[in-house]
Each structure stands twice: as structure tokens, then as C-alpha cells.
């Protein structure tokens, strides 16, 4: 099976549901909403300031044509589009990466509470696995985003016996 490297984490090729030739987008395994996900450069490149000027444009062009798209799907009415550069603004995982949350009325009872919750949720949850999301539960999501970017949609089970190294 393929994977992806994304910071101290290495990443299924199954949870990843749009790639381009610079950046990569997968489900979170620990959404705050429902359809939190995350665009990264495909280069583990921990600090904002050292992308290429060519890696900046493909992520944020990748992060707006993934933000239409879990917009629409999870039936949201506005997006938060959330970058943590450094440990102080709230990074845990040291790879650039883009937070797109789909919004909707009363989501939160404060609108700016998305931010505490982004910045805490890798700290509760970070030593209890069995309150992440299952592999299963991913790779469906993953699944069903792959089909609005017109990438290979194979079977699960078939997908896990047949993808090859990247």
C-alpha cells in the first residue's frame, strides 16, 4: 500500500482523497466538525516560510478547490480555513497544513470557538486512539470526496490489495 508522510505521522494512501503534483488532501482522523480535513505539500516541510514560492500557490489553489467541495458535500453555508504555523499558534503535527472546516448555522455557539476547539483537539485526543475515527470510517469518507476530483475510485478491499509504493 502507498502512503504519504505528513509530518511525524505516516499516512495511508487510502484516507487521501485528492493529490496534485505539489500537495495532498486527507480526512481527518479527528474532525472538530463533520468533513475537517487537511491540505498538505507533498514535501514534509514543517514551517510556512520554507515552502517554494510554487508549493504556496498549489496548496492554497489545492485548499480552495477542497474547500468548494466538503462545502458542498457536508451541506455547508460558510468555511473556516485555518493554517497553525509553529507550536505557540497551535501546530502538534510539524508539516505545513491547511484545516478546511465546513460551517453551519449553530455549529457553535460562539462562531470563534472553532478556534479553541482546533487548537485542543490534538491535545485531548492525542493519547486516546479509541476516540479517533476507525481506518474504515476514513477510507469511506475518503471514498466518497475522491469522486468530485475525478481520481480512481476502486473498491476498498481492492484498493488496499493492489496499490503499489509512490
Known sequence: MSTFRFGQHIIRASVVFHQTELSFALVNRKPVVPGHVLVCPLRPVERFRDLRPDEVADLFKTTQKVADVVEKHFQGTSLTISLQDGPEAGQTVKHVH????????????????VYDELQKHDQQLEDVPEKWRTEEEMEGEAFQLRMYFNEPQKPLVERREHEGPL
Open 98 to 113: 491547511v484545516h478546511v472546516l465546513p460551517r453551519k448555522i449553530g455549529d457553535f455557539e460562539n462562531n470563534d470557538n
